[in-house]
């Protein structure tokens, strides 16, 4: 079964680092685009990226550009995501996310998320 194992979050001071990772399994990992969503306290979850299934190319949403970098390695099935200049504001609960389709069919995947705090 599809299985997707987010890590790597915690507890970060303001203008620190993070990498998440994601573990996926159970599915051509490599055929499909893997998304990063957020969700915070209070707030509906967000994308806040989107990476390919060659990994050429990532769409991030417009408050994590340039901040925030994703990127994949097909032969670990392991989606990162890289965030820089972490913010109070990008304290939020992350979650793998992918989106499998059929002819007829598509499912989508989540993780268990890991929790991102930004805090001094």
């Known amino acids: 079964q599809v299985q997707l194992v987010e890590s790597g979050g915690g507890l970060v001071q303001p203008g620190g680092s993070l990498r998440l990772s994601c573990a996926a399994s159970g599915f051509t990992f490599s055929s499909y685009p893997m998304n990063w969503y957020r969700q915070a306290p209070g707030k509906e979850r967000e994308l806040v990226a989107t990476i390919t299934g060659t990994g050429g190319s990532t769409n991030y949403v417009d408050f994590v550009k340039g901040r925030f970098t994703g990127s994949r390695d097909n032969a670990k099935n392991t989606v990162y995501l890289q965030m820089n200049s972490l913010k109070p504001e990008d304290t939020a609960m992350y979650y793998c996310?992918?989106?499998?389709?059929?002819?007829?069919?598509?499912?989508?995947?989540w993780g268990q998320g890991t929790q991102v705090t930004v805090s001094s």
């Open positions: 996310n992918v989106l499998l389709r059929g002819p007829y069919w598509s499912s989508d995947y």
